[in-house]
């Protein structure tokens, strides 16, 4: 029998190819999930249980939260990377680690194949055959679900027939949760009007009134959360989602255009990735000079654009990293932010390298660096090509 390494989740996409693998090919399928933050211990060995019992040779857990975060999050927090201002890449992200992971699993088995559950309508499907045929290039990528055009209630249909036990109610919402974020897709994210009904969640909102929560940055990373300290970022935003969560927070609908030229939507719940990129923001509009803004903006957007699209092989990221990452110098200090139920804000900022001191002057009230005979000098100067500009305009009209 041929030997193929699958990316599994256990949910419906994968557990139709394990099947359809199996018993309508006859191949040896090796399945690997690559954890990216979003599953408990219990869930991991709920999800081995299943893949054998669904028929695998043998089944690899890779936990890849730190790398994860050490090699992408990391870059969208420094960036502050929001796609079209909405979304923080939750999926897009958490899909190029798996990727990364499972071709190297697949290298190590010497499979003749490598399989995904990527439709043939989304994102996914470039982002794993990009990354396969860089990673390992000759190897066949196998895409059931693609290649059959099958429809969700096609692929329920079938595992029912092949007796596979699941919870086929929840697969009617496709959800992939991680650290950076879960998406939810459903029917109501099919078209262009529908928000997703309260039940669709998977962090039902359990909190009311308000809560403040201080969040401790050092060199742009997230170190503490209320004064408590963690080994890694990671556990950090691990924490933060527990307090964040159940008030709602970060719960959207994104509207994107798609790699492969169409637009699509999808709900999205992020309590602590959107909590902590508009406090790193916060941190940094205090912190860093008005072209170091700027130009941070500008490369941040291409690298954020750049990585949905699945590039995060190309070396242009690696330049951008070192940029982002070189710029986070003095992002050091603490945010101050208030829970609400579904909505939160941002109260200030304490920090040493804070530029915003009254030492300098204060905005609208007192100019303690400078005089006003300061000011009109500048002013003119300031202005004075633009003023030759208008003058000999004027002069020849």
């Known amino acids: 029998m041929q030997k193929v390494v699958l990316g599994f989740s256990g949910g419906l996409d994968t557990s139709y190819c394990v099947k359809y693998l199996t018993e309508e090919k006859g191949y040896e399928v090796h399945s690997v999930i690559v954890n990216t933050g979003g599953f408990s211990e219990t869930e ?78 989304g994102n996914d499907q470039v982002r ?22 099958l429809s969700r209630e096609e692929e329920i249909e079938y595992l029912k027939s092949k007796g596979v036990e699941m919870n086929f109610a929840k697969a009617a919402y496709s959800i992939n949760k991680g650290l950076w974020g879960t998406s939810v897709g459903g029917r109501e994210t099919l078209q262009s009007k529908g928000m997703l009904p309260e039940e669709a969640w998977p962090t039902q909102v ?33 924490y933060l989602q527990t307090i964040a969560g159940p008030y709602g927070v970060g719960r959207d609908i994104h509207v994107g255009d798609t790699i492969i030229g169409i637009k699509g939507r999808v709900g999205f719940e992020a309590a602590a990735p959107m909590v902590i990129l508009k406090a790193h923001h916060a941190l940094e509009k205090h912190v860093l000079t008005k072209w170091q803004l700027s130009w941070k903006d500008q490369l941040a957007q291409f690298y954020g654009n750049w990585l ?27 945010v101050f932010v208030q829970l609400h139920p579904y909505h939160f804000q941002i109260i200030g900022i304490e920090s040493k390298y804070d ?27 300031f202005g004075n090509q633009t003023s030759i500009y208008h003058n000999v305009k004027e002069s020849n009209q």
């Open 355 to 381: 530029l915003m001191s009254s030492k300098f002057g204060k905005y609208g009230e007192m100019n303690n660096g400078w005089t006003g005979e300061d000011v009109r000098g500048f002013s003119k100067i």
């Open 128 to 149: 794993f055959d990009m990354i396969f045929n860089i990673m390992i290039p000759g190897v066949e990528i196998i895409t059931p679900i693609r290649d059959l055009r």
């Open 44 to 121: 991991l060995q709920q999800i081995e249980q299943h893949a054998y019992k669904l028929g695998v040779k043998t089944h690899t857990t890779v936990d890849a939260v730190k790398s994860y975060y050490d090699s992408i999050i990391k870059y969208l927090v420094f960036g502050n990377v929001l796609k079209n201002n909405t979304y923080p890449l939750s999926v897009s992200a958490e899909r190029l680690s798996q990727a990364l992971h499972i071709a190297e699993h697949a290298k190590k088995l010497n499979a003749v194949a490598v399989v995904h559950g990527s439709t043939g309508a």
């Open 206 to 238: 359990t909190k009311t009134g308000s809560e403040e929560v201080k969040l401790g940055f050092v060199k742009g990373e997230l170190r503490t959360v209320n004064d408590q300290s963690f080994d890694h970022p990671a556990q950090a935003i691990q």
């Open 308 to 334: 949905h699209e699945g590039q995060i092989l190309d070396p242009v990221m690696r330049d951008i990293e070192a940029y982002l990452e070189n710029s986070q110098a003095n992002v050091t200090g603490d």
